[in-house]
């Protein structure tokens, strides 16, 4: 028998004599469903039978016999939603059909039929559990795509907190270089800025020295040594000016 994943055949009967079918395959049922048609109580019904891996689902009402033919893996709520379908179409177009009129052709509902069958065998999301299920199979492969993309990720990620690493112990050295050389240039200049005092003070003293006229040696040793001084000055200011620049 047929693989087809849908429904593979449907039928209308009544009174066990089946007025219209539709079969999808070239798999003749004729002798499975005799043997059903007949099994069915004349009652208000519906049940499924199985055998060599299908499903025979109906509908029993008011002695009319709705009837199809499905895979094991079909399940059994789109089927039974198809069969209920096919009722309402049926009496739809043949409203008299519960009486066992043989006058009446009932040909041009095996085209409705095709149509119901196409329309449920080709729509899974007809079936609500499927579609929520299939909803979360999606979600399930968007978290598994992103889980393999993270995964990918991580060497780089790595790499990155290694370069990170890197550049803090650098950014750290630097730092404490750049403190010593400021602290070094911070005394260098408190150094050239007492001489500049010093050298003023002294050259103001000469000055009132020289008018209150002291001896000239006592004013020749002072002269030495802020002359002395002055020169050494000037280096620290020569020195200073380049570590600015």
């Known amino acids: 028998m047929s693989d087809y994943p849908g429904i593979v055949l449907a039928l209308v009967a009544i009174n066990k004599r089946i007025v219209s079918e539709y079969n999808t395959t070239s798999t003749d049922f004729s002798k499975v469903l005799e043997t059903i048609l007949k099994r069915i109580p004349p009652n208000d019904?519906?049940?499924?039978?199985?055998?060599?891996?299908?499903?025979?689902?109906?509908?029993?009402?008011?002695?009319?016999?709705?009837?199809?033919?499905?895979?094991?893996?079909?399940g059994r709520r789109i089927p039974f939603s198809f069969l209920k379908e096919l009722k309402t179409q049926f009496l739809r177009e043949f409203p008299e059909a519960?009486?066992?009129?043989?006058?009446?052709?009932?040909?041009?509902?095996?085209?409705?039929?095709?149509?119901?069958?196409?329309?449920?065998?080709?729509?899974?999301?007809?079936?609500?559990?499927?579609?929520?299920?299939g909803e979360i199979?999606?979600?399930?492969?968007?978290?598994?795509?992103?889980?393999?993309?993270?995964?990918?990720?991580?060497?780089?990620?790595?790499?990155?907190?290694?370069?990170?690493?890197?550049?803090?112990?650098?950014?750290?050295?630097?730092?404490?270089?750049?403190?010593?050389?400021?602290?070094?240039m911070w005394w260098r200049h408190q150094k050239i800025m007492f001489l500049l005092l010093s050298t003023i003070c002294i050259v103001f003293y000469i000055f009132v020295c020289s008018l209150c006229g002291f001896p000239g040696l006592f004013l020749f040793y002072?002269?030495?040594?802020?002359?002395?001084?002055?020169?050494?000055?000037?280096?620290?200011?020569i020195d200073w000016g380049k570590c600015r620049a």
């Open 45 to 74: 019904s519906k049940l499924s039978y199985a055998f060599e891996r299908k499903l025979y689902h109906y509908i029993c009402k008011n002695g009319v016999v709705y009837l199809c033919v499905a895979s094991e893996n079909f």
């Open 98 to 133: 519960e009486v066992d009129d043989l006058s009446i052709s009932y040909d041009s509902f095996q085209n409705t039929i095709q149509s119901i069958v196409l329309h449920y065998s080709n729509n899974p999301s007809l079936d609500p559990i499927k579609k929520v299920q």
């Open 137 to 184: 199979n999606q979600v399930k492969d968007i978290m598994i795509q992103n889980i393999e993309r993270v995964l990918e990720r991580g060497d780089r990620i790595d790499t990155l907190v290694d370069k990170t690493n890197n550049l803090s112990t650098a950014a750290f050295a630097f730092r404490k270089r750049s403190t010593a050389v400021k602290r070094k």
């Open 222 to 237: 002072i002269l030495n040594y802020f002359l002395s001084h002055t020169k050494l000055l000037a280096l620290y200011l």
